[in-house]
Nanobody
Framework: QVQLVESGGGLVQAGGSLRLSCAAS????????MAWYRQAPGKQRDLVAS???????YYADSVKGRFTISRDNAKSTVYLQMNSLKPEDTGVYYC???????WGQGTQVTVSS
């Protein structure tokens, strides 16, 4: 059974940092581009960052220079290091294997002003 399990969310003050982790089933992880999405209250789910199996990365303009996505292929885990957090970064963060139906359950990130 394919699983994506996120962890690392929480409450942080503006300017602070958090690191999200997503542990994936190896069978899906090694083949797929992995991504983090964010869904703010009342809004659609948007792509935040992605990383290919070879390590090429993409970032949404709103997080460039503040967030870093990385992956550990030996651990089948993808990370999202979030620095200089802003209140507008608040939302539920989801891990997703692109071009698949597999999503994590989501982890809440709340940034207070």
């Amino acid at each position: 059974q394919v699983q994506l399990v996120e962890s690392g969310g929480g409450l942080v003050q503006a300017g602070g940092s958090l690191r999200l982790s997503c542990a994936a089933s190896a069978i899906i992880f090694r083949l797929k581009t992995m991504a983090w999405y964010r869904q703010a209250p009342g809004k659609q789910r948007d792509l935040v960052a992605s990383i290919t199996a070879n390590g090429a990365t993409y970032y949404a303009d709103s997080v460039k220079g503040r967030f870093t996505i990385s992956r550990d292929n030996a651990k089948s885990t993808v990370y999202l290091q979030m620095n200089s957090l802003k209140p507008e970064d608040t939302g539920v963060y989801y891990c997703h294997a692109l071009q698949s139906d597999y999503w994590g359950q989501g982890t809440q990130v709340t940034v207070s002003s």
